[in-house]
């Protein structure tokens, strides 16, 4: 499922008081299955008791035993990370397949039995826990045969959904336009470098705070140069914009307009066309500067079918109109 389903998966178990109802969420690290608990909190205005197992150096992070003065007995004192309120909250166990075989058994022993010891969670918490795949980083794996006693989701990032959801977080226009126009760059694995949906909100904070483009080229490995370009030919967009507007005015200007356009330029200008388009509402406008694109000679007709299944992924309302059927099937797109 998506970061998105699974962040209202818990809220409905929330919602419906099904707090006994413990949730493992597995995924790929950086998609964002921790940043969506503390999003849904906010929502919710509950609190998330925080336990970072990737972190935690051994048990006594968790709870260390001291001796009672007057009986001599061993008693545990907790992690003030453990809840003991009466008021709802989330008890995140976060990146649990981080932790060794001790730390795991108290990972386990919150998540299924609810308890570690004599502590038990109280009953308006509910427990989420995180991790990764084994060959996705993670230490530890989960055996199967534990999560038959939890709700375990297996959790994927969303294009869509991440677009949302950096709209509303004020993510930097130039890192939503450009995971636009190249969605693969979402999650990306070239062998050396990993980037996540993390990794584009550090990048879009380095460029609020006006940070050289240089020194976040290790952010995004292989994909720094592809992006630079991008970022340098960004600057033009206030042109494009009026290009756009003629394109889905009444009076369309000829496929001449884009033939000063150099090859980077004119890709940007396709690719940056999606995001405007999904602003207008009628969809018959929308088919019209469709096929302004894609019947323009001076288009390569990779850049149309990038521009197709982007645009269609993004409104995918428009795959039943019979102009827009059309232009696919001339694309040549999914074969």
């Not at 299955?33 to 992070?61: G, H, M, N, W």
């Not at 999560?147 to 959790?155: F, G, I």
């Not at 140069?225 to 206030?238: C, Q, W």
């Not at 914009?241 to 003629?246: A, C, E, L, P």
Request: charged share 30%.
């Amino acid at each position: 499922m998506t970061v998105e389903e699974y962040k209202d998966l818990v809220r409905t178990l929330i919602s419906s008081n099904s707090f006994d109802m413990s949730v493992l969420a597995i995924g790929k690290p950086g998609i964002g299955k921790t940043q969506a608990i503390f999003d849904l909190a906010d929502e919710l205005d509950i609190e998330v008791f925080y336990l970072p197992f990737s972190t935690l150096a051994d048990r006594t992070d968790i709870r260390i035993g001291v001796p009672d003065k007057e009986t001599g007995r061993m008693v545990f004192l907790y992690s003030e990370e453990l809840p003991t309120t009466d008021k709802s909250g989330i008890l995140l166990l976060d990146d649990i397949t981080d932790a060794d075989r001790y730390l795991m058994a108290s990972a386990k022993s919150l998540l299924y039995e609810r308890k570690l010891s004599r502590y038990r969670v109280p009953d308006n918490v509910i427990v989420v826990a995180t991790g990764n795949p084994i060959e996705e980083g993670g230490l530890t794996a989960i055996d199967k045969k534990s999560t038959t006693r939890v709700l375990k989701v297996d959790v994927e990032v969303s294009l869509k959904g991440w677009i949302k959801w950096a709209k509303d977080k004020g993510i930097h226009p130039l890192v939503i336009q450009f995971i636009s126009y190249k969605p693969d760059a979402l999650y990306y694995d070239d062998g050396n470098t990993v980037i996540a949906p993390r990794n584009w909100e550090i990048v879009s904070k380095a460029i609020k705070s006006k940070v050289r483009l240089s020194y976040i080229a290790d952010q995004l490995g292989s994909i720094y140069v592809e992006f630079k370009v991008f970022a340098e030919t960004y600057k033009s967009r206030t042109k494009f914009k009026k290009t756009w507007s003629k394109i889905c005015s009444k009076k369309q200007p000829d496929h001449d307009v884009v033939k000063s356009m150099k090859k980077e330029e004119l890709y940007i200008f396709v690719m940056g066309f999606i995001s405007y388009l999904l602003d207008i509402k009628n969809e018959k406008t929308v088919i019209k500067a469709v096929e302004w694109i894609t019947s323009n000679p001076l288009i390569d007709d990779e850049y149309k079918t990038v521009f197709m299944k982007s645009l269609l992924e993004r409104r995918d309302t428009l795959a039943s109109s019979d102009d827009i059927i059309e232009i696919v099937s001339e694309l040549s797109i999914g074969e």
